[in-house]
């Protein structure tokens, strides 16, 4: 069983940066989709980034590229979002997510998802950004 569990949220002006972890414990298989999601109260779900982690294959979606960046640490089972140029718009409860997934499903899984395809398996969560103007 996947257990993800993030860190880091946080209250900060609009232009400042955060860095969320997500640990991860019971991931036995080299090679892992993982990602963060977030949601704001009265507002869909939004896939955010996703990072295979056998090599650090990245998808951001359009409204975080340029801005956040997802990375690993596989030594520690951990995988980071990194949140600079924050906007109030990115208010929201920010949500670890791993799954099983391939490489090229991976770097589509919220394209896909968003789409009608499969969700995320595993869960973490939550942690709370909030960014202020």
């Known amino acids: 069983q996947v257990q993800l569990v993030e860190s880091g949220g946080g209250s900060v002006q609009a232009g400042g940066s955060l860095r969320l972890s997500c640990a991860a414990s019971?991931?036995?298989?080299?090679?892992?989709?993982m990602g963060w999601f977030r949601q704001a109260p009265g507002k869909k779900r939004e896939g955010v980034a996703t990072i295979y982690t056998a090599g650090g294959h990245t998808y951001y979606a359009d409204s975080v590229r340029g801005r956040f960046s997802t990375s690993q640490d596989n030594a520690k089972n951990t995988v980071f979002l990194q949140m600079n140029s924050l906007k109030p718009e990115d208010t929201a409860m920010y949500y670890c997510?791993?799954?099983?997934?391939?490489?090229?499903?991976?770097?589509?899984?919220?394209?896909?998802?968003?789409?009608?395809?499969?969700?995320?398996?595993?869960w973490g969560q939550g942690t709370q950004v909030t960014v202020s103007s």
């Open positions: 997510v791993a799954d099983p997934a391939p490489l090229t499903t991976c770097m589509t899984f919220i394209l896909a998802l968003d789409q009608g395809g499969p969700d995320f398996r595993y």
């Open positions: 019971g991931v036995t298989k080299t090679g892992y989709c």
